[in-house]
């Protein structure tokens, strides 16, 4: 494999351009029933084979009236149009019908009265105001039209769709099949949750956190625990996670240290495209092939792991689960903080968003952005991106603000 960054790091886009042209998305779909789709990703369109709604349907509880009747002192009551239960007859002139929000618009009415805008005495309904033609009035096809496609392929699937899906009547879809990634965290320091810890142990959190951002991803997990700093040992983890993995995702061990066996063994072994980028946190992200798997080996540093993933693990994890890519919501708000920062490399700071006197949107630092202090991450719930040549920044200043993922819609 040609190597794109021998000398120089690559730029974070450099690297999501690299990404995007070296990967293939898996094949292989499955049928499921449509609530077990959430998240996954569409294998084919969806199109709407009927119109939704199916008829023409009151917006409101009320009367359905002739239009050509305005003026008419009081119109005579002949029925009632639930929802479910149509009024089976017509509307004459000098008719009105009773009608409920959702009932189908019986036959010769040409809009809906609020019930409010009435007086009703027995089956002599008066007007108080008339509506206008068409008022009140849902038509068949003003959500979806038959033959329109209304979820794309590559589309992952929200409760929205959901809701879409169930209001054609659709009860299963084909989804892309879930990717497989392993992952596993290196280090001789690590102990697991539950152990005592010796003399300069430390928990190992890096499982944690990826396990939770692959999670959200909905890719189908194999956690192989902590593999010591040993030469031998890495390289039977790597072939084992491999061998049963698409993607297999490492943290610990690329940088330059003599215990830092990831890296070597992958470019030794494997084939590895680029292992330095002009991001901060996140230097020495490591991106290449091995044993037939995709394989990202994150730094070891806690914050690095999570900014790694977010900007370069997680695009390349959904483009190789089939889904369409689409732009990350970024947009500029002034800082309220003063923030450190050398020029050099891409920065991805920790913040958080407030809500000024005004009441306009602002964002300030978490705080120290330390790659160890994981609670920055945890405080936070936007990254302050600022650019490569950018030195400090002082407060007032205008920065680019890129909010985490909300799980709910
Ligand atoms: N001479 C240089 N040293 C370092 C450089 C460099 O360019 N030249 N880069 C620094 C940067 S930037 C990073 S980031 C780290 C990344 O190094 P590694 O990926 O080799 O990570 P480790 O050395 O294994 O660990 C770094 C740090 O993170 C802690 N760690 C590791 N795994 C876990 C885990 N699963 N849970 C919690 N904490 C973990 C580890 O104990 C270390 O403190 O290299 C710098 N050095
Ligand atoms: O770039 Mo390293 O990821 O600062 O800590």
């Not at 960054?5 to 779909?29: D, M, N, S, Y």
């Not at 928990?203 to 999670?215: E, I, P, V």
């Not at 890519?325 to 002034?334: G, M």
């Given at each position: 494999m040609t190597?794109?960054?021998?000398?120089?790091?690559?730029?974070?886009?450099?690297?999501?351009?690299?990404?995007?042209?070296?990967?293939?998305?898996?094949?292989?779909?499955?049928?499921?029933?449509?609530?077990?789709?959430?998240?996954?990703?569409?294998?084919?369109e969806i199109m709407a084979d009927t119109p939704v709604p199916a008829h023409d349907n009151s917006a409101m509880d009320g009367y359905a009236v002739r239009n050509d009747d305005a003026g008419t002192d009081s119109l005579r009551c002949v029925g009632t149009a639930f929802a479910g239960q149509p009024f089976t007859g017509g509307v004459a002139p000098g008719e009105c019908v009773r009608i409920m929000t959702g009932g189908v618009i019986p036959a010769g009415a040409t809009a809906v009265v609020m019930q409010e805008r009435t007086e009703a005495r027995s089956?002599?309904?008066?007007?108080?105001?008339?509506?206008?033609?068409?008022?009140?009035?849902?038509?068949?096809?003003?959500?979806?039209?038959?033959?329109?496609?209304?979820?794309?392929?590559?589309?992952?699937?929200?409760?929205?769709?959901?809701?879409?899906?169930?209001?054609?009547?659709?009860?299963?879809?084909?989804?892309?099949?879930?990717?497989?990634?392993?992952?596993?965290?290196?280090?001789?320091?690590?102990?697991?949750?539950?152990?005592?810890l010796g003399a300069?142990?430390?928990?190992?959190?890096?499982?944690?956190?990826?396990?939770?951002?692959?999670?959200?991803?909905?890719?189908?997990?194999?956690?192989?625990?902590?593999?010591?700093?040993?030469?031998?040992?890495?390289?039977?983890?790597?072939?084992?996670a491999a061998a049963q993995a698409d993607v297999v995702v490492t943290s610990g061990g690329v940088s330059v240290g003599e215990a830092d066996y990831v890296g070597q063994i992958l470019r030794e072994q494997g084939?590895?495209?680029?292992?330095?980028?002009?991001?901060?946190?996140?230097?020495?992200?490591?991106?290449?092939r091995y044993a037939g798997a995709w394989f990202f080996g994150l730094p070891g540093n806690p914050v690095s792991v999570m900014a790694t993933f977010t900007q370069v693990v997680?695009?390349?994890?959904?483009?190789?689960?089939?889904?369409?890519?689409?732009?990350?919501?970024?947009?500029?708000?002034?800082?309220?903080?003063?923030?450190?920062?050398?020029?050099?490399?891409?920065?991805?700071?920790?913040?958080?968003?407030v809500v000024g006197e005004d009441g306009s949107l602002e964002v300030?630092?978490?705080?120290?952005?330390?790659?160890?202090?994981?609670?920055?991450?945890?405080?936070?719930?936007?990254f302050i991106v600022l650019p490569a040549d950018s030195g400090d920044v002082t407060a007032g200043e205008w920065v680019t603000v890129e909010p985490f993922a909300g799980p709910l819609i």
């Open positions: 190597d794109p960054c021998a000398t120089t790091p690559l730029t974070v886009a450099e690297a999501l351009e690299h990404l995007r042209t070296a990967l293939t998305p898996i094949t292989g779909h499955r049928r499921v029933a449509i609530r077990e789709s959430l998240g996954q990703v569409l294998a084919g089956d002599n309904i008066t007007l108080r105001q008339w509506p206008e033609a068409g008022e009140n009035i849902r038509r068949a096809g003003d959500d979806l039209q038959a033959g329109d496609i209304i979820l794309p392929t590559g589309r992952r699937i929200t409760p929205a769709d959901l809701g879409v899906m169930a209001s054609l009547g659709r009860a299963e879809v084909d989804v892309i099949r879930p990717l497989r990634v392993a992952f596993f965290s290196t280090g001789d320091e690590l102990r697991g949750v539950g152990e005592a300069g142990d430390i928990y190992d959190s890096n499982r944690y956190s990826l396990y939770g951002m692959l999670t959200r991803l909905q890719v189908e997990l194999l956690d192989l625990g902590v593999v010591p700093d040993d030469r031998m040992a890495v390289r039977d983890a790597l072939a084992h084939e590895a495209h680029f292992w330095s980028l002009a991001m901060k946190p996140g230097r020495p992200l490591t991106f290449g997680a695009p390349a994890l959904r483009q190789l689960a089939g889904e369409t890519a689409r732009p990350r919501p970024r947009f500029r708000l002034p800082c309220r903080s003063n923030l450190s920062k050398k020029p050099g490399r891409q920065d991805f700071q920790r913040g958080r968003l300030e630092s978490v705080g120290r952005q330390g790659s160890g202090m994981l609670r920055s991450m945890s405080m936070a719930d936007c």
